[in-house]
């Protein structure tokens, strides 16, 4: 599949890096996806999963948040003071401009998150701040705010926390505006109050040896969704089984090929 490379302005200003996968003839649908927390579009699955969904007739899309830290590669964290600033409202407009670029009105827009991402995704279309046909949920908490009320209290006497990054051994950190963000508009926050809201359906994928999101927050996603699936991936980790990096024609785990089928049969349906 034909990819191009392209760069708008995010939250803030700052740079979104993004890439498209496009698929060969007409599209049956965009499919836009949404990294996690220290993520970025060319990590472990994004690269394979945007491939085989253009493949299957998805104009397909994956971007760096604007304040992910990560700019066009896939080395290190080449700004870690956005990475400090990043909060829900930045993802959020982020997702905005991502969508106002990349959605085609004629065709219906499915938009994928991971973790941190299918919040973010949920978060947006739950407040109308976007409209999309269909939302998929990839190992998604089910609150913005996971911190526990001890680290919160050093966040907001310290004024940051700590958040190194095990992949590139940097000392990261996030900001204190990530919580003030949520304190001053707890309803703009308050996620399965948000996800109620929401018409479309949402599909919930989630692994069930997840030990960084344990599957009780998929479960409670969909629980109070509207319309929603609940898809348990036996065996299936925080990423599915996925290393990283991961070849673009690399041989899918059980895992990650059960995500994929999620994916290409909501595609077929539309």
Known sequence: MKQT?????????????????KSEGIPRCNLIIAHGFKGYKDYGLF???????????AKTHRFNFSHSGMLAGDGLFERPDL????TWNTQVHDLQAVMAYCKTPEIPT????????????LLA???????????ISLSAPSTCNPLPEETQKILIEQGYIESPSSRTNQELRIERCFL?????????????????????????????????????SGE???????????????????????????????????????VHSA?????AQL
């Open 180 to 216: 003030d963000e949520q304190i001053a508009d707890p309803q703009g926050h308050d996620l399965l109050t948000l996800v109620e809201k929401i018409d479309v359906p949402i599909t919930v994928v989630h692994g069930d040896e997840d030990e960084t999101v344990l599957i009780s």
């Open 110 to 121: 499915l938009l994928l998150g991971h973790s941190r991402g299918g919040v973010a995704s």
């Open 263 to 267: 994916v290409l049969e909501i595609i």
């Open 47 to 57: 690269p394979w999963l945007a491939e085989r969904a253009a493949e299957a007739g």
């Open 83 to 86: 990475f400090g600033l990043a």
């Open 220 to 258: 409670a996603i969909a629980k109070v969704a509207k319309k929603a699936v609940c898809l348990p991936i036996r065996g299936g980790n925080h990423v599915f089984n996925t290393p990283n990096p991961f070849p673009i024609d690399g041989e899918p785990s059980k895992q990650l090929q059960e």
């Open 5 to 21: 490379h392209w760069n708008i302005d995010g939250s803030g200003g700052e740079a979104i890096h993004g890439t498209t996968h």
């Open 125 to 135: 279309v739950g407040r109308n701040s976007i409209s999309v046909e269909h939302v």
